[in-house]
């Protein structure tokens, strides 16, 4: 089984100042690994992924995640955060083949101007 | 730029009508997926296919709700009769795999 833990369901964060939303998964499995943004009346939209490789991996719109392997994490960052960032974000993980993705609650990102 | 896309985009009904939602996938990904989303529950997955073929539908309450795949252009997602709780908003998904998935906007679906 797999699951994904938003720790946090809401982050304030002052405009061009850096965010961290975090995100832990448990799988017993190797695993692959996504972030996904949705904005207001919007779907959800593919924000990056992690498949193998490199563990850091960089998205649209200047974010980034690190898959770390030991803490079972896959924090996504962004250096200088836009108004535009407010949206809610998702951490999804899979375990490939035809198992289905597990979202997380999702965390929604308030950009204060 | 090619989108998922869904018809209709808002919907309000009555309780005991049917309801029918439809989803055109991206060309070429053979995988789809039928999500709702609420306040309450988050997103919670519905069903999905795999090259037209159901793969999981335990998400979905059997005794009302119908998702079926008639060509590969097309997926629908059906409730009869509805009700009050099934009010949500109904994503699409497609992807080239499954644990690849591209959204729709999404059909807001409201039962009063």
């Known amino acids: 089984a797999q699951s994904v833990t938003q720790l946090d369901s809401q982050v304030p964060v002052f405009e061009e100042a850096p965010v961290e939303l975090r995100c832990n998964y448990s799988?017993?499995?190797?695993?692959?690994l996504f972030w996904y943004v949705q904005y207001p009346n919007q779907g959800l939209q593919l924000l990056l992924k992690?498949?193998?490789?490199?563990?850091l991996v960089k998205g649209i719109n200047g974010f980034e995640a690190e898959f770390n392997k030991s803490q079972t994490s896959f924090h996504l960052r962004k250096p200088s955060v836009h108004i535009s960032d407010t949206a809610e974000y998702f951490c999804?993980?899979?375990?490939?083949?035809?198992?289905?993705?597990?979202f997380g609650i999702g965390t929604k990102l308030q950009v204060i101007p | 730029d090619a989108r998922v896309t869904q018809t209709p985009r808002h919907k309000v009904t009555e309780m005991g009508q049917e309801v029918t939602m439809r989803c055109q996938p991206i060309?070429?990904?053979?995988?789809v997926f039928w999500y709702r989303q609420t306040m309450m529950q988050g997103l919670e997955l519905l069903a999905y296919?795999?090259?037209?073929?159901?793969?999981?539908d335990s998400g979905m309450p059997k005794d009302r709700f119908s998702a079926e795949m008639p060509d590969a252009t097309l997926a629908t997602l059906k409730i009869q009769p509805s009700e009050p709780r099934d009010s949500a908003v109904y994503f699409c998904?497609?992807?080239?795999?499954?644990?690849?998935?591209?959204f729709g906007p999404g059909t807001r679906l409201t039962v009063t």
């Open positions: 998904a497609s992807g080239p795999e499954v644990y690849e998935q591209y």
């Open positions: 799988s017993s499995v190797s695993v692959y």
């Open positions: 992690y498949l193998s490789g490199s563990t």
């Open positions: 999804a993980v899979s375990q490939g083949g035809y198992q289905k993705v597990t």
């Open positions: 060309l070429g990904h053979n995988t």
């Open positions: 296919f795999r090259n037209r073929a159901p793969l999981d």
